[in-house]
Every structure is written in structure tokens, then in C-alpha cells.
């Protein structure tokens, strides 16, 4: 079982800047996926950008050169999310998700609101 605590959103105005965090806990594969997905009301859950636990990134072109995915693995596996020049479109509910490398799924937090103002 794994638990994902997300922490960080809130509301910014458009060009502003907000840190995302998500702890795991649990039964964790060493080879894991960690990653960020966003999803608005009415819409399908998208990726943002995913990490390997060999440190390969992925991102979604829309924040590609504004946001930046990391993750500290020291104490327990930790993904951050600094999203830089926010627009009001990135506003969504943002969801993190564990997985193993290679499977799909895996464990999802229980999501954080950020909301960018114009």
C-alpha cells in the first residue's frame, strides 16, 4: 500500500510562481515513475511531467521551459513540481501518482487546487 500527501497549491496571479510537493509512503518498487497530472471539471485527467528514479524526465509540451519536475529520495520518495510564468490555463487540480517502472496506474494522491487569477 502506498500514500501519496500532496502539499503546496493555492492561488497565484498569472506569471507567479508555486511549488508542488508529494511524500510516498509505503511499499515502494525502487524502480518507480513519479509524476504530476492535472485534470479539470469535465475533463480527462492529462500528464504534466513524470520522473524516473533514475532521474529521466517527461513533460507535457504546454510546460515545457516553465515547469520543472525533481524528486529527493533520501528519506522517502519525494517529487516536487516548480512551475514558473503560470498562466490562467494551468489552473486545474493537480494529482500525483507513484508507479512502478514499466506498469501502468499505480497510487494517486488525493489531488491539490491551483488556481491562477489573470
Known amino acids: 500500500q502506498v500514500k501519496l500527501v500532496e502539499s503546496g497549491g493555492g492561488l497565484v496571479q498569472a506569471g507567479g510562481s508555486l511549488r508542488l510537493s508529494c511524500a510516498a509512503s509505503?511499499?515502494?518498487?525502487?524502480?518507480?515513475?513519479m509524476g504530476w497530472y492535472r485534470q479539470a471539471p469535465g475533463n480527462q485527467r492529462e500528464l504534466v511531467a513524470t520522473?524516473?528514479?533514475?532521474?529521466?524526465?517527461?513533460y507535457a509540451d504546454s510546460v515545457k521551459g516553465r515547469f520543472t519536475i525533481s524528486r529527493d529520495d533520501n528519506a522517502s520518495a519525494t517529487v516536487y513540481l516548480q512551475m514558473n510564468s503560470l498562466k490562467p490555463e494551468d489552473t486545474n487540480v493537480y494529482y500525483c501518482?507513484?508507479?512502478?517502472?514499466?506498469?501502468?496506474?499505480?497510487?494517486w494522491g488525493q489531488g491539490t487546487q491551483v488556481t491562477v487569477s489573470s
Open positions: 520522473i524516473t528514479s533514475s532521474g529521466r524526465t517527461t
Open positions: 509505503g511499499s515502494i518498487f525502487s524502480a518507480n515513475v
Open positions: 501518482n507513484l508507479r512502478p517502472y514499466g506498469i501502468t496506474g499505480g497510487s
